[in-house]
């Protein structure tokens, strides 16, 4: 009969459906919140293949429950920090994500956080319902501009590069990278591979765009925020985990850097008593960083694509996560 595939969100836009309906028996869960886990082990029963998304914690036990028959784990994302790689790898399933179609959206999401942050947009717009906007003022809410920077940007991927190449035009003096190995790439917008420490040091503005990998769990500790100038910007539209967030809010509260902008956090979403939440130097933002219609609608047909690749017999249309 035809392949079944299960979807473990009930909003993912119809394009990917679309063409999955067309050759599957498409299984949706009915919500457009996260899958419990018990329905998720529950309705993968049998599937041939997984449409999950970033919210979907993707392991052995899910595998076990899936059966014999899967064949594949397509995940709606460039980040796969919620798929247990070596646990799928050890089965012979490939995985699929959706590397490439949401690099513009998400270097323009950058592009506005670090905006925000600097110039201090989400406090300068609440500031004025509080009734503090008096006349304007020569120093008031002012901050650092990104024209004449040096700007660093942790990991210079697909995303990373493109955010540099948005700092160079708009006048970034300096730009600096590191990565686990030199990018060829970066030399176009004048992009020096240097140290960690040095970037730290160095920059103006510190953007993380590195994947969340075991190496780069807690990567921005107290010691990285304490190296970094007291005037340095911090923004992450990577993952929360690659930042001891509890060491963030000590830096952002005893001045120890000047702001921060988070797409991404931990936990997300964030609870509304949180420490974070009440900082007036941090632009906090709900994980939207490829939250484009266009772009979703890509990544929905990317993610369905990549399926009938493996089901069609040729995994190797499909791009494959790095090996960690
Ligand atoms: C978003 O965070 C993604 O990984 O696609
Ligand atoms: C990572 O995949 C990136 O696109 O930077």
């Known amino acids: 009969g035809r392949p079944r595939v299960f979807v473990t969100r009930s909003d993912v836009p119809e394009a990917g459906l679309k063409i999955l309906k067309n050759q599957c028996d498409v299984d949706i869960w009915e919500r457009s919140t996260p899958i419990p886990r018990e329905h998720l082990l529950q309705r993968i029963k049998g599937c041939d293949a997984l449409f ?24 709606m994302s460039v ?26 959206a998400t270097a323009e999401l950058t592009l506005a956080l670090v905006l925000a942050t600097s110039r ?14 008096k006349s304007w003022s020569p120093s008031w809410m002012t901050g650092p501009k990104i ?12 995303i990373g590069l493109r955010v540099a190449e948005y700092m160079h035009t708009l006048g970034a003096h300096k730009i600096l990278y590191t990565s686990r190995c030199e990018k060829p790439e970066g030399i176009r917008v004048g992009a020096k591979h240097v140290e960690f420490n040095t970037l730290l040091e160095e920059s103006d503005f ?3 765009t590195i994947a969340l990998v075991p190496e780069t769990r807690g990567l921005f500790d107290c010691q990285a925020f304490s190296r970094m100038k007291k005037t340095a910007i911090f923004v992450n539209v990577s993952r929360g985990e690659v930042v001891d967030q509890p060491a963030l809010i000590d830096a952002l509260k005893n001045g120890t850097i000047r702001a921060a902008g988070l797409d991404v956090m931990t936990p997300e979403p964030i609870p509304l008593d949180h420490e974070l939440l009440r ?3 941090c632009v906090v933002i709900p994980h939207l ?18 399926i009938l690749a493996v089901l069609h017999g040729r995994p190797g249309d499909m791009p494959a996560p790095l090996k960690i």
């Open 279 to 281: 900082l007036d130097n």
């Open 206 to 208: 510190v953007i993380v």
């Open 120 to 133: 201090r947009l989400i406090e300068a717009n609440k500031a004025i319902y509080k009734g503090e906007w």
């Open 289 to 306: 960083g490829s939250a484009a219609t266009e772009t979703r609608e890509k990544m929905s047909v990317m993610t369905a694509e990549n």
């Open 79 to 104: 980040g796969v920090d919620h798929l247990d790689l070596p646990d799928i790898r050890a089965q012979n399933i490939p995985i699929g994500y959706t590397p490439g179609v949401l690099t513009d």
């Open 147 to 158: 024209c004449g920077s040096v700007v660093g940007i942790v990991g210079l991927g697909r």
């Open 52 to 75: 999950c998304l970033l919210t979907d914690k993707i392991d052995k036990a899910v595998l076990e429950a899936a059966g014999s028959n899967l064949k594949v784990v397509a995940t």
